[in-house]
């Protein structure tokens, strides 16, 4: 980050790790509290939307917690890579057949509708987001741990 300290750098990288954890976790979470409006988004011709909304919930989950862990985060930021460019075309299935105002009151649907557009571009930058942490760095950032004993 210019103009910012290394080990302040370290602490946003860090903080929005941490972020970027808790908001796969409970997205995650709410693909087995709330199935049926996921299932509502997996495009039609795509086998068994519930097991998709389930198999996506669990990668959601496993991936959020696993980029907490120094060991498995690189991998589980390019899982999620993976997983956003994966459930992309349900993104677009929501936009461009407006299932998103068909999951809100009426009073809500033209917000949807522009929330699903905006979405497309935003699973760009999810997809950023994630593959800054699959960058190998040494010394600093999210994946260097101060040692007390040195």
């Known amino acids: 980050m210019v103009g910012v300290s290394g080990d302040a750098a370290g602490r946003v990288e860090r ?3 941490y972020v970027m954890s808790a908001l796969y976790v409970g997205a995650g979470v709410m693909h087995f509290v709330a199935p049926r409006s996921f299932e509502r988004i997996v495009p039609p011709g795509f086998p ?3 097991g998709l909304v389930y198999l996506s919930g669990v990668a959601e989950v496993a991936l959020g917690l696993g980029v ?3 060991r ?3 991998a589980s930021a390019w899982g999620l890579v993976a997983l956003l460019a994966a459930v992309f075309p349900a993104n677009v299935y929501m936009a461009v057949d407006d299932v ?3 999951l809100v009151p009426d009073e809500h649907r033209r917000a949807a509708q522009i929330a699903a557009w905006v979405r497309l571009p935003l699973q760009g930058v999810l997809m950023l987001w994630a593959w800054w942490y699959t960058r190998t760095r040494s010394g600093s950032g999210a994946d260097s741990e101060r040692s007390t004993a040195e």
Request: no cysteine; hydrophobic share 45%.
């Open 15 to 17: 903080g929005l790790l």
């Open 72 to 74: 498995t985060r690189r």
């Open 48 to 50: 068994n939307p519930r």
């Open 68 to 70: 907490l862990v120094r």
């Open 100 to 102: 998103a105002a068909a």
